[in-house]
């Protein structure tokens, strides 16, 4: 449903009226422009050249430029520009080079007056002079840049940007001699019409292709630029050098960009794929779009205000097939829908919260903030009451300030600087960074990192022996838990202990081994008891003595100084009953004889005196499988690993998935470690740790974050002999056709490694250059500089 809401505006006597309205065009449209007295529009396109009339209630078309029997490719327009001195007057640009002037006032039906065909590739842009009738500039896909004299045949003038293709071109309106250019390599140039051999001014503005500019109408040194970055960008060209001014930050790729008339500091954008509206933009409030129009349905290839001095209607074209006319009044807000509340934490711990200012006006005794004892971080911008919009908005500002030293974080910077990330065996580097947590006094880092290295740094199979050893303070496996058993029913007097001798073997026959849940014991007939509750210290044990002796009780040797030793009740029943008379000789020879009795077991069985007074404990088969499998622990380090990252200790998750390696980064999915990455690279930039940094960059695994540090990146090469800098062609000197890379010492090219001195720019192998530094700290080359190689 059409928005009815008109408009009048009074301009030096003419008046303005209108709707928002769209007309259907028969093709889509590439480009518009409007004619001096804003009464009509002309749409261009591969397949469209028409004039529409711009009345109260519709557009009416007027005039089709396309005639004759066979199509041209001259027709084919990427751009079109009506001239504001002559009504008559138009110039399209191309798409196979040619640049075409048309004379609205010839009487014939072929409007076309003149052909520049002196380009080799597309036309993107053209763009008359304001204020000289007969000049036209022309930008092309083949990097050159043309000037014409529409009263001459060929072109006045020729400038070559030095790049692959020029996107846009536009005269400046306040300096007679001057227009800017853009470029698919992100420069902007400046060049004077009157030397076309090189350009006044050149800066990189984008990170990308630079798709369009414009010159402000009102302040003479303001220029815009869009490109596909998705910003827009504001420059001062009065300063000597070029000065970012403001920057808008949109979510697609900038085709076109458009001063507002009478407004300071809007601008209208519209993108060159995948978001199909326009925007206009108070540069002074970057995120968040002042107006939006959402009537076409594909993407927008033109906009225009209507009138150089009238804000109010917006013409725009699209590839939907569409010319519509927007009324400023009826576009929507999107700042209606923008969340007034905002909460953030600052560098050095203090808090800033937002909020309407309706929600804090009445709350008492609130002092206003006037700004950070440190650096001014947060700012509470003045609106304007007389802009629009200027009031939805609004929101009050107040900053919180920790404590001096409350929210310091010197621990975070303490544990960057000294963790060691790689170049130790494991268990040292668990060690190492422990110590390092524990000095600073993050006890459960610390006590993690411990954790860490008893989990990986044990051995992958352990002996059986040895697990079953593990009843005296030094058990070499660590493991918890050990199997008990309750005396208390055993004959009194057994409470001396006899060792044997170990003269004849070295392992015990007893097969005392440890449940890794403590739990459930599992006997000879796989029946479950319940688990003990003594505590841990008990059941480990403390008892002196080697760990591997095999333990008799004799009632006869008993000391009599020594009590009754009598053990705690346990929480579950005895294994077997224990008996006072040991089976007779015949028995432990037929054990020794079995073939699931191990040979120590029968050596240890065979030393045992036949004695009806004494009585052996042994268990023997093993409770479980001493071999444990690689990811036995992986399920545990990382839920350890989220619950770091999600207490927002980025740190310690980084650190330890550098460490572990693949041993745990398996089980983690490369989003989810890409993001840790990132979030702790960025804590250590905003801390200025930029060595920290960059070896967490080298040591990750991820692609996205290890190809961090190589991006950006410029090397500048002077020539050795010259001192000129080197293009990047080749390393033959453009001027003293010299090879750079000649090595000092042998005086030959080096076509591999290059070392060389940066304050003297003489170098060469890396072997020649760092034998020849054992000897002398002096150039090999003989220029007298004490070079240093790091």
């Not at 699209?318 to 700042?335: E, G, M, N, T």
């Not at 006890?443 to 860490?452: D, G, I, K, R, S």
């Not at 493991?479 to 005396?487: C, D, K, T």
Request: glycine residues 6%; contains cysteine.
């Amino acid at each position: 449903m059409e928005k009815m809401s008109r408009v009048t505006t009074a301009l030096g006597g003419s008046v303005l009226t209108g709707r928002t309205m769209h007309c259907h065009l028969d093709a889509p449209a590439n480009a518009i422009s409007v004619c001096r007295d804003a009464a009509q529009v002309v749409v261009a396109g591969r397949s469209i050249f028409k004039i529409y009339a711009i009345e109260e209630e519709q557009f009416v078309e007027k005039l089709n430029l396309r005639v004759g029997r066979k199509p041209s490719l001259n027709l084919s327009c990427a751009d079109v520009v009506w001239h504001q001195m002559d009504e008559n007057l138009l110039a399209t640009a191309a798409t196979n080079g040619v640049v075409v002037t048309w004379n609205l006032g010839r009487p014939s039906r072929n409007k076309q007056d003149q052909l520049f065909t002196e380009h080799k590739r597309t036309v993107n842009k053209v763009c008359f002079h304001p204020t000289e009738a007969h000049v036209l500039l022309s930008g092309s896909q083949d990097g050159f840049m043309k000037c014409f004299d529409l009263r001459r045949k060929d072109s006045v003038s020729t400038f070559s940007g030095q790049s692959e293709s020029v996107r846009d071109v536009q005269f400046s309106i306040r300096d007679y001699f001057t227009f800017a250019s853009t470029f698919e390599n992100g420069n902007v140039q400046l060049w004077d019409i009157r030397r076309p051999d090189r350009c006044e001014r050149m800066f990189t503005a984008h990170n990308g292709p630079v798709f369009c500019c414009d010159w402000h109408p009102e302040d003479r040194g303001w220029l815009a630029t869009g490109g596909r970055d998705k910003m827009v960008k504001v420059w001062d060209m009065t300063t000597h050098r070029a000065k970012e001014m403001h920057c808008v930050q949109t979510i697609a790729s900038v085709a076109r960009v458009k001063w507002r008339p009478e407004c300071r500091h809007h601008l209208a954008t519209c993108s060159m794929m995948v978001d199909h509206n326009i925007y206009v933009w108070d540069v002074r409030r970057p995120f968040v779009p002042a107006a939006m129009f959402e009537e076409h349905r594909d993407v927008t290839t033109g906009i225009a205000w209507r009138h150089p001095h009238d804000p109010s209607f917006l013409l725009s074209g699209s590839k939907d097939s569409s010319l519509c006319q927007h009324l400023f009044r009826d576009a929507s807000q999107p700042v209606e829908r923008a969340n007034p509340e905002g909460l953030c934490y600052g560098l050095f711990g203090d808090l800033a919260f937002a909020a309407k200012e309706s929600l804090v006006a009445a709350e008492s005794g609130r002092k206003p903030y006037t700004g950070d004892r440190r650096h001014p971080i947060f700012f509470k911008r003045k609106l304007d009451p007389a802009e629009p919009f200027a009031g939805l908005a609004s929101s009050a500002l107040s900053v919180f300030e920790t404590e001096p030293g409350g929210g310091s974080m010197r621990w975070f910077v303490d544990t960057a600087e000294r963790y060691a990330l790689a170049g130790r065996p494991l268990a040292e580097l668990c060690d190492h960074n422990a110590k390092v947590a524990r000095e600073l006094g993050r006890n459960q880092v610390a006590q993690t990192w411990t954790m860490l290295r008893i989990i990986y740094c044990s051995p992958g199979l352990v002996p059986t022996a040895n697990l079953n050893h593990s009843v005296g303070k030094g058990g070499s496996c660590g493991l918890p838990l050990m199997n008990s058993f309750n005396l208390k029913d055993m004959a009194p007097g057994l409470g001396s202990e006899a060792r044997l001798d170990r003269s004849k073997g070295d392992a015990r026959s007893d097969t005392v081994l440890l449940d890794s849940s403590a739990t459930l014991i599992t006997n000879e007939d796989n029946e479950e008891t319940e688990g003990s509750d003594v505590p841990a210290d008990y059941l480990l044990g403390d008892v002196e003595g080697e760990e591997d002796e095999l333990y008799l009780l004799d009632p006869e040797h008993a000391h009599p100084e020594e009590p009754e030793c009598v053990l705690p009740q346990e929480a579950f029943p005895l294994r077997h009953e224990i008996v006072d008379t040991p089976p007779g000789p015949e028995h432990l020879q037929d054990k020794a004889d079995s073939p699931h009795v191990s040979g120590s077991e029968a050596d240890v069985a065979s030393l045992a005196p036949v004695d009806s007074c004494f009585s052996l404990l042994s268990v023997s088969h093993a409770l479980y499988d001493s071999r444990l499998p690689p990811d036995f622990f992986s399920v545990l380090v990382r839920d350890m690993l989220h619950f770091y990252a999600e207490q927002g200790d980025v740190q310690m998750a980084v650190s330890v998935l550098i460490i572990l390696g693949e041993r745990v980064r398996k089980d983690i999915d490369e989003q989810t470690q890409e993001h840790w990455y990132t979030s702790y690279i960025d804590l250590l930039q905003r801390f200025r740790l930029w060595n920290v940094s960059n070896e967490v960059v080298k040591l990750s695994t991820s692609r996205a974050v290890s190809c961090l540090n190589q991006a950006s990146t410029t090397l500048h090469v002077n020539c050795s002999h010259c001192k000129r800098p080197m293009s990047s062609r080749g390393w033959v000197c453009d001027r003293c056709h010299r090879c750079a890379s000649m090595c000092a010492v042998c005086h030959h090219v080096v076509k591999g490694l290059f070392v060389w001195c940066q304050g003297c720019s003489h170098g060469g192998h890396l072997q020649h250059i760092m034998k020849w530094l054992e000897g002398s700290s002096h150039c090999p080359a003989g220029c007298g500089h004490l070079c240093e190689y790091s």
